[in-house]
């Protein structure tokens, strides 16, 4: 199938110039399912088959229909709440599309694990549906320890009135990991995201959110942080496109990052394209070194400069993602492998 | 205790000496001040003593207890007692007080072989030095040193350095910045550690925290070497007479 590799984005284009997936894919198989994929349900809830996710016309999105076949589609019903995740994980390599509807008022918490086989190639396509007053929490994680591989992950979130949307999503990266969310608001909703990402070796990761507020009223809140080291690139972008209605929209971006070498990169670019005249939308980027001076005062305090430097990296990427204690977990455990 | 002998040391790459022939000997159990005009080099001699980067020492010799100081890394000098009070503490976002000088007290007490202290221990310590010190404990669950005021930065310092109990303490221009309660807080702080096998090094800009601790020797740091020296009384004078005769 290598003909599909000339029609995956490339550099060329503006929302891919640091993210070269043409460029990476090389020789790698572009196939199906193949039964490499797990939904697992931790406790029975009663999720009907849903519809199949509206076709998507651009590159990504028609590869994934193509190989992926069918979405797996489920509908969360009218308020209710299971208390156990929808968990989704032991993907590896190949095509797939999902899509999750949640009724009004249901409310239910996704945990997406994603990994890659050595010059595997993975294609993830999902659809959130989220209706009025519903509320919708996604954990994305990628392998730690993996044969890195190329990673493409992007969700399309619809939020009606009311809803509630909080995502989390942490990645070490790999040969190549994409992870975009799409958001379109329309309705009055709130939403909390962060993300962050920690990088070595030659690893790439690049986290792409565009947030299009159509409806007035909503609150969003998105911070992400980088951590980058060796010849590691890590990129983000992010974009706020508040459409004339949007009045009151209430929104704010931040990323940072930390630079631990030389030879790695950080790209960001940071957007607002602003119709609706009373908004309040702010974004902050930075990209920087560990301080020096505080490194040399914890020193002095007597703690070595290995484990100085892992703690000011720990309290940079927790104090952004929040405080879900495994991903802190695995937050330590890179650091301090890498300290 | 502590011993240098005719310390130079120079600044990028050498282009600029700040420290030149600096001798000095604080024995133990004594507590000596350093005086000087802005600039003398006050500073400079904290960090080269404690081993940040960016001075090169190119003559002389520090010992503490006979060990060679230079030779160390800063936390190696850290674990063997010495501890400097920051003219100007660092912020370190993200990390709780007591997260920051547990870790501290634990890196110390595993480079000298001892057992980590217990959370217990831990925590009846900071407790009621935190009250001797009057910090509140809302301010140790804070991020070290984020959002704080000077005067509280510097009581975060005497904090450390009592939990630390360092065998050799440099205290750098620790009174600026202090109202009259706090400087009598500090100085009770440092009294109480007033001890035969410890020696401290203070280094100040006003005579009035001399008042409080009441030093056995007063030395006058100007142009980076020692111009002079003399006891308690020395400091009152330099007070009104200013450094000018030691320039
Ligand atoms: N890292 C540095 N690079 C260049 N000049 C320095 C550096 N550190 C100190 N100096 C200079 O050395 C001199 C002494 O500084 P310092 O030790 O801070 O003085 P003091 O503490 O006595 O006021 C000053 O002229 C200062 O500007
Ligand atoms: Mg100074």
């Known amino acids: 199938m290598t003909h599909m590799r000339d029609r995956l984005p490339h550099k060329g284009l503006e929302a891919w110039k640091w993210s070269d997936l043409r460029g990476v894919v090389g020789e790698a198989p572009i196939e199906g399912l193949e039964d490499r994929m797990k939904l697992r349900l931790w406790n029975y809830i009663d999720f009907s088959d849903g519809p199949q996710p509206a076709p998507r016309d651009d590159a990504m999105g028609q590869i994934s229909s193509a190989f992926g076949g069918d979405a797996i589609s489920y509908v969360v019903p009218e308020g209710a709440q299971p208390e156990s995740p929808l968990e989704l994980s032991q993907f590896s390599a190949g095509n797939v599309r999902i899509r999750v509807e949640l009724k009004a008022g249901a409310r239910l918490q996704v945990r997406e694990g994603y990994g890659t086989t050595d010059g595997g190639f993975s294609n993830v396509e999902i659809t959130y549906v989220v209706h009025d007053g519903a509320e919708l929490d996604r954990i994305v994680t990628t392998a730690k320890d993996i044969d890195p591989g190329v990673l493409h992950v992007r969700a399309h979130v619809t939020l009606w009135n009311d809803a509630k949307f909080n995502q989390t999503q942490l990645t070490f990266g790999g040969k190549f990991t994409r992870l975009e969310t799409r958001i379109a608001c329309m309705g009055a909703v709130e939403v909390e995201m962060s993300g962050a990402y920690l990088l070595d070796g030659k690893r790439h990761a690049d986290m792409t959110n565009y947030i299009d507020f159509a409806a007035p009223g909503s609150t969003v809140r998105d911070a992400v942080a980088g951590v980058v080291t060796d010849a590691s690139r890590g990129v983000f972008q992010g974009k706020f496109h508040v459409r004339r209605p949007a009045q009151e929209t209430d929104a704010e971006m931040r990323h940072d990052a930390l630079m631990l070498s030389d030879r790695a990169k950080v790209n960001a670019k940071p957007e607002l394209e602003i119709y609706a005249d009373d908004v309040e939308c702010a974004h902050g980027n930075t990209v920087g070194q560990l301080d020096e001076s505080a490194l040399f005062y914890m020193r002095q305090r007597g703690i070595p400069l290995g484990q100085a430097r892992a703690m000011l990296l720990e309290a940079f990427v927790v104090a952004r993602l929040g405080d879900d204690e495994a991903m802190a977990e695995q937050v330590r455990g890179w650091l301090e492998a890498r300290a | ?247």
């Open chain 2, 1 to 247: 205790m502590l011993k240098i002998q005719n310390l130079t040391a120079t600044v990028d790459d050498g282009a600029k000496t700040i420290l030149n022939g600096l001798s000095l000997s604080v024995p133990a159990g004594e507590v000596h001040a350093i005086m000087g005009p802005n600039g003398a080099g006050k500073s400079t001699l904290s960090y080269v003593l404690t081993g940040r980067d960016g001075y090169d020492v190119t003559d002389g010799t520090v010992t503490l207890d006979g060990d060679d100081l230079l030779d160390m890394e800063p936390e190696e000098r850290a674990a063997k007692g010495v501890f400097l009070s920051f003219q100007y503490p660092l912020e370190i976002p993200g990390v709780p007080t007591l997260t920051f000088l547990r870790t501290a007290m634990n890196a110390q007490r595993k480079a000298r072989g001892e057992e980590p202290i217990s959370a217990p221990d831990f925590m009846k310590r900071a407790k009621s030095l935190a009250k001797d010190l009057k910090i509140k404990a809302e301010m140790l669950r804070r991020p070290l040193n984020v959002g704080f005021s000077g005067g509280e930065k510097k009581r975060m310092e005497i904090f450390q350095m009592m939990m630390l109990e360092p065998r050799f303490i440099v205290m750098d221009e620790t009174d600026s910045g202090l109202d009259v309660d706090a400087l009598r807080i500090v100085a009770d702080g440092v009294n109480a550690l007033r001890s035969p096998d410890r020696g401290i090094l203070i280094i100040t800009h006003y005579q009035r925290l001399l008042d409080y601790i009441v030093p056995d020797a007063v030395h006058v740091l100007s142009s980076g070497a020692i111009k002079a020296s003399g006891d308690a009384d020395f400091a009152k004078r330099l007070e009104t007479e200013g450094y000018d005769a030691y320039a």
